[in-house]
């Protein structure tokens, strides 16, 4: 079984500033993505970001990067130039994938953002 | 519009009343899924379906049933709801024949069990 971790329950940061969150996941799967999925008040689930496990390169999509270290197991996301409706619950998420094709979403518990004016 | 749906969006109910959870998809998605989320717990799979007919559980199906007779189709039963059933459910569903695999979130039901 797989497991995610997010070590920081909450953070606040300044407007403007860069934030990065923290996530690292136990797998003994090689073909998986990962991704960060952010939460605003309106509980939607909202897509930021995907990673393909068998991609060297970072996924980059407008302000949001990530830092993908296979090796360690670990994916990071870095906000740049935050902005207040980044505000949100930021849930980091593993699927791996089989023959089949793919499998549910293993979550970590989330870290709460906050963007201070 | 690309979309999942889910009804009710806020329910009250009783210990002990049977209930149905609706979801629907209109993306000819295989996969779909059931979570709950928890405050400090995250999500947390529920059921999942891989296709019309095909059902497994996840890692928290103790107390609820699902189906899956059409493939937009999937509910989430609760048949005898306990107060420990209160929760926000999500649906979701994602393409199983090729990337990225992307899951698509319905608005989510918040569900209370008195």
């Known amino acids: 079984a797989q497991t995610v971790t997010q070590s920081q329950p909450e953070m606040s940061v300044q407007e403007a500033e860069t934030v990065t969150l923290s996530c690292t996941y136990d797998t003994s799967e090689n073909n998986y993505y990962l991704f960060w999925y952010k939460q605003p008040p309106s509980r939607q689930m909202i897509l930021v970001i995907r990673q393909e496990a068998y991609k060297q390169q970072n996924a980059t999509e407008n302000r949001f990067s990530v830092n993908f270290q296979k090796a360690a197991k670990s994916f990071s996301l870095k906000i740049s130039d935050s902005q207040l409706g980044d505000t949100a619950m930021y849930f980091c998420a593993f699927m791996k994938l089989d023959r089949g094709g793919a499998d549910g979403l293993t979550f970590g518990k989330g870290t709460h953002l906050i963007i201070q004016p | ?114």
Not at chain 2, 5 to 23: A, E, S
Not at chain 2, 90 to 99: D, N
């Open chain 2, 1 to 114: 519009e690309a979309q999942v749906t889910q009804n009710p969006r806020y329910l009250i109910t009783v210990t002990g009343k049977k209930l149905t959870v609706t979801c629907s998809q209109n993306m000819n998605h295989e996969y779909m899924s059931w979570y709950r989320q928890d405050p400090g717990l995250g999500l947390r799979q529920i059921y999942y379906s891989m296709n019309v007919e095909v059902t497994d559980k996840g890692d928290v199906p103790e107390g609820y049933k699902v189906s899956r007779k059409e493939k937009r189709n999937f509910p989430l039963i609760l048949e005898s709801p306990s107060p420990n059933q209160t929760s926000l459910y999500f649906c979701a569903s994602s393409s199983q024949a090729y990337g990225p695999y992307e899951q698509y979130f319905g608005p989510g039901t918040r569900l209370t069990v008195t």
